[in-house]
């Protein structure tokens, strides 16, 4: 089963999980943050927020083809496809689980000029009333559609791929990411 055909739960929101402080300070300022909510740590001018009414999946045909946008899509009723859809047109880097076997990789990766892999796990903060363990089993991963938009700090606690075969043929390194984000 892909994970993109997981039907959503019923419990805590699942969509409304944030991306930790420290991962947001090095991907540094963006324009735009579409899957917003009001505990986001990401550092955007603008933000779109589904509890103030502005749906970012149709607010997208609006936004500007070089608007760079950080974008962590909900995983609910296989909507991750959508984003990437609704998006491409942008300076995007979206924050995703680091999942191969995906239909949303599959067309991500060709568009994708560098894929960023943290060296810590990135553990996300969930909404008042979930269970802390929303990513404990998936290792996830920056995908950026221009490699030039990796801030410095990012890059520095990171590791970096602009050739993906350069990941799969490093048995030592596919490791050493599988016992970062197994801690």
Known sequence: ???????????????????????????????????????????????????????????????????????????????????????????????????ITTKWFRTLWPMTEMIVIPMQRIDFEPPPGAHDAGSIYFPHALFYKRASDVTKELREISHCFADLSKLFGNPGLMKEIELQWRK
């Open 1 to 99: 089963m892909d994970i993109d055909d997981i039907p959503e739960d019923d419990g805590p929101d699942r969509d409304t999980w944030v991306t930790p402080l420290w991962l947001a300070n090095a991907i540094g300022p963006v324009e735009l943050d579409p899957c917003s909510n009001e505990r986001a740590h990401i550092l955007a001018k603008r933000r779109f927020d589904l509890a103030r009414g502005e749906d970012g999946l149709v607010l997208s045909r609006f936004v500007k083809r070089d608007t760079r946008t950080h974008i962590n899509p909900p995983y609910s009723r296989g909507s991750v496809i959508r984003w990437i859809e609704a998006y491409r047109h942008v300076r995007w880097n979206f924050l995703l689980r680091f999942d």
